[in-house]
């Protein structure tokens, strides 16, 4: 199959310095972290070196440069996920944190929804929705804040295949016992690579008066304007899945809800005035950011954004055709691959994340033989324990390409698989013993 994008995968491998300090290596876990192009180190790297001042509190210029910049990466990051003009981010260490946050805020009686969110004024017990697909972040936080508050957690059932499948009834039971506050789904699954058709829930969300949460990690680097044509009322992404660096990552939603809602964590700041009893905060997105901010690694959020707007032809094309050609041949290996059946359920596709199982070897022995080849992959459950259940397996292989990945790396995880087979002595379709 020849390469069908014309976009040169090389010299946008050129700008990741990885590739030149681990030669030889297939890094095939991007869904875990992005490796950083030059551009985003650069940016971390201006702060510490010559930039290095905080930021809101000084009254010298290069402070207020500082703050300038940190300002504008806000915006553009407001931007990046969202069309609404009221949208604003708050910095967070990272989706967790982000979730945490809302988790906190959406369940607190302190917070002021009820004028907004109509099931805020229900009588009916309420609810929070998520789905069993959903990452350990988008259902750990809801637990320890449900318990708190006293909301019951209902789940969207998912197949073995990872697709999400209610049945028909499901929703119109759950809003018929409930006051569903908070639907929180996950776009795009770290495990199966599947987007998910949100549109359904999206609408469900709307009517029940309930607030739309995107789990937008993954899907901000393969589809954000998915994100953006959902219009959620928040979205929570970590900067280092798209290109940018750990430590900082963002909530996105509307300045004045966030205005209305409970704070989160207290501290320098994000007062406006403090007595020896009480304070007062600060308006969005300001009373969310206690203490100092992961100032350098915004700077390479701003530097990230734009790799990925420059280059977001470039990276569909060539994850669109990593996608052809892995599908083809992996096909051809006879591994289980998850999430990849033909299927009556609505998603609006795939990105090249696999997750696989090679029949009869456990997924933490092909990881370990797939690096003694020098092929990175991540193996385990992912922070997935439900969506495992679910699939019926309690961890999975996985392999996650991203823009600099090439055709020789499928190659190179295709000839790993077959020696794994070797070395286990299945045929792709049994179990045998390890060879000794
Ligand atoms: N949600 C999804 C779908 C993820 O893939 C991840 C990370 O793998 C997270 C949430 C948590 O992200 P972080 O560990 O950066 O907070």
Redesign the pocket.
């Known amino acids: 199959m020849p390469q069908a994008s014309h976009y040169d995968t090389m010299s946008i491998r050129k700008e990741f310095p990885f590739f030149e300090a681990n030669p030889g290596i297939v890094y095939l876990d991007s869904?875990?972290t992005a490796l950083k192009p030059r551009t985003v180190i650069d940016a971390l790297l201006r702060y510490n070196t010559h930039e290095s001042v905080n930021i809101h509190r000084g009254v010298y210029r290069l402070s207020q440069q500082a703050t300038d910049t940190v300002e504008k990466v806000r915006a553009r990051v407001a931007r990046f996920v969202s069309t609404a003009d009221d949208a604003t981010a708050v910095f967070t260490?990272?989706?967790?944190?982000?979730?945490n946050l809302l988790a906190h805020i959406l369940t607190s009686e302190a917070s002021k929804l009820s004028d907004r969110f109509a099931a805020y004024a229900s009588a009916k017990p309420p609810a929070i929705l998520l789905s069993e697909s959903?990452?350990h972040?988008?259902i750990v936080p809801w637990q320890i804040a449900a318990q708190r508050a006293g909301y019951k957690l209902l789940y969207l059932p998912a197949n073995a295949d990872g697709y999400l499948v209610p049945p028909a009834d499901f929703l119109a039971q759950a809003a018929s016992t409930y006051a569903i506050r908070i639907v929180s789904l996950?776009l795009?699954?770290?495990v199966t690579g599947i987007i998910h058709d949100l549109a359904p829930y999206r609408e469900f969300a709307a009517k029940a008066g309930a607030v739309f949460i995107v789990?937008a990690?993954?899907a901000i680097v393969h589809v954000p304007e998915h994100i953006r044509s959902l219009a959620p009322d928040f979205s929570?992404f970590?900067a280092?899945?798209l290109f940018g660096t750990?430590g900082v990552?963002a909530v996105v939603g509307s300045k004045p809800v966030l205005d209305h809602t409970d704070v989160y964590q207290g501290g320098g700041g994000m007062i406006t005035l403090v007595e020896p009893d009480r304070s007062g905060y600060l308006e969005a997105p300001g009373k969310y950011e206690a203490g100092t901010q992961a100032i350098g690694e915004i700077y390479a959020l701003g530097a990230a954004i734009d790799f990925a707007t420059q280059n977001a032809a470039a990276l569909s094309a060539i994850e669109a055709d990593l996608l052809a050609y892995a599908d083809e041949k992996l096909a051809a290996t006879g591994i289980r691959i998850f999430g990849k059946t033909p299927t009556p359920y609505a998603t609006l596709g795939r990105s090249p994340i696999y997750s696989f199982e090679v029949p009869g070897v456990h997924a933490h022995d092909t990881g370990t033989i797939l690096d003694e080849q020098d092929i990175c992959i991540r193996a385990g459950h992912?922070?997935c324990q439900l969506l495992m259940r679910a699939l019926g397996v309690s961890a999975t292989a996985r392999a996650s390409f991203s823009v600099y990945n090439t055709r020789d790396d499928v190659d190179r995880l295709i000839d790993g698989i077959g020696y794994v087979k070797k070395i286990f002595r299945t045929d792709g379709h049994g179990t045998k013993h390890k060879a000794s």
């Open positions: 869904a875990a260490k990272g989706t967790t944190e982000g979730f959903e990452h972040a988008n996950s795009q699954s770290n789990d990690a993954q929570v970590s280092h899945k750990t990552g992912h922070c």
